[in-house]
């Protein structure tokens, strides 16, 4: 056997040590105050004084990945949205409980370390967590030959955010005639991309698709959106609120992978189901590509896809005229509780029956 | 094109639902009163209550992966043992700066969901995770087809902890004079699989080796150790004495990629160095062996590897005595912190020249 050393091998700590290099200016660009050690260090140190100064801090935890929506952007050759990918669909995740973020750490693997694939990956997730206040305040990249599919990457991400412990969503008092409020998704968000890479597979990416007004890659690769400022300011103001039943938001449901039917009731008491009215809300053109070019189930594309709705807030019947006006455009009145366990899907027009 | 569904496409919703039900006693049995919400729930809840009796709390976080030991474990066929190690790595790195752990989170990736591997996997970080009475909060389970190699799969994790913020290591008035003390590590721990696996690319993983008296798979699969029981009644200890320089610990490091040469330095202020004597402790055969068949430069053995010393302790000469008998066998007084920025291996028989 010939000399060995660890480059020869397949690993270049130098790569590593030139694509730290490159990111920490991006890193350090989220510290605020709190971040007594970040980069450099062996575990991130976060001030946690503030949390002395709240009734009953709890703090809440999610560790998610973005699929296989990182092999689109390894052959679009763009790494910097999969950053917000990571960062938003964990926001999103803790703020269904009514979390705020405090700080957030990414794992970056891949089979060759590049540090400028790196560098615009950690980029997004910078730029993704100052706009939710959120400290990146570690990470790890892996160079890893053998285990990723040559030119492959994956990027995972865990937050860590607090709230008051009486404030923790949803609220276990759900009930029948309570309705649903759709939010906007920007798309498929992190979800269903090994389905889209199969149904598109001899599709080249920057293939303008008029019905999208965009090429598919601008398309597939819109980033997850956070809804985390959107909702913050309606999450402070009920804090005011000393009935909960008065709340505005009862419930947050982030539609991820499983779609509506698996998601909505994670968030249900007992005996308590969901009618979804199809048609109530405009279905985004991306989705009916997929569903037409793959001939894909109405009924599977609603347990795989968002369809058009990445948040659901769950609210009181005399509450939903304030929270859709508080909350602007694009939102949508798209069912409300029932008896019952299950999802159902309810064709409101005939061109979405299902 | 032929009609899709997700299953099709590579991604097997039924299987991970099958994997989170393999793995739900497991992860409950982490549970402490803490834990407000685990699996299931979209974050995990911590109740923080107890951080509002501390004195000055300070959240120490680090995310982490094994390395490319994950394609020896699939190779093997032995999974359990990857959920100590990443676990075990975690832990220490937060030891390093004084934590406590308080939870964790996992990240298991693969091209293929095997309900029965991933149960392995996070089976064994649940039975890491109760060791050091740290919760495990929540995690994601990801199938990727195309982007890990058939069969292959990786796992990272999340660890968040606890301190005091005047407890925190280093100390800042580490000198020139302080000994370093070094812990037994129970192999190559999660650092330097791709040379190993270069190396003996063509040894079956369950030959015996005799220098060894174990098979390959065996020595090499050994999970990383972590230090957190050992030391945790020293710095408990140590928390009750005022002058913080007559704390037994001064310093922590933990060698992980970049060994000693890399490692050490990151907890040495500005114009300390160290000297490392080689031959002070025993060099396990394991490292004699990657050595001599891969012919690895000496000086990249303590570049790539920990040699044998998996945390190294930083103390004032006079506590080396009080310091080694509370810590009992299986440590070694391997050098002192000198005037200069590099750590310098200095040989101390002739046979560990380098």
Redesign the interface.
Known sequence: ??????A????D?DA?NRAVELMKSAVKSTYGPEV??GI??????????A??N?R??????????V??K??LAAQAGRYRSIGHDIVNHCVN??L??G?RP??F???F?TSRLLPEVVAEVVGGIAEACRQVHCAL????T????????PA???V?G?????ME?ER?LPRPDLRPGDVLIGLRSSGPHTN?Y??I???FADVPLDTFFPALDSTLAEALLAPHRQYYSLLAPLLNDQAGVDNPRQWPIQALA?LT??GFL?NLP?VFPPGVGAEVRLGSWPLPPLFQLIQQ?????AV?MY??FNMGIGMVIVTAPENVKAVRQALGEDTWEIGQLVAGENVRLVPERNDYAC
Do not use: N
Not at 56 to 65: C, E, K, R, Y
Not at 158 to 162: H, Q
Not at 293 to 297: I, K, M, N, P, S
């Open positions: 056997m010939t000399k060995s050393d660890y020869a091998s397949g690993v700590i590593g007594l050690a450099g260090a062996f575990g991130g140190l976060f001030d946690a004084a949390l002395q709240m009953h801090p709890v703090l809440v935890a999610s560790t998610d990945g699929g296989t990182v092999k995740d803790i269904v409980q979390a405090l700080f750490l990414d794992y693997a305040l570690g990470g790890e892996a160079e890893m030959p053998g285990v990723y599919a492959e990457f994956d995972a865990t937050i860590v955010g607090v412990r923790i269903g090994s389905l890479r199969k149904i982030h992978g499983g698996e994670r070019r793959g001939e894909v189930d599977e347990r795989v």
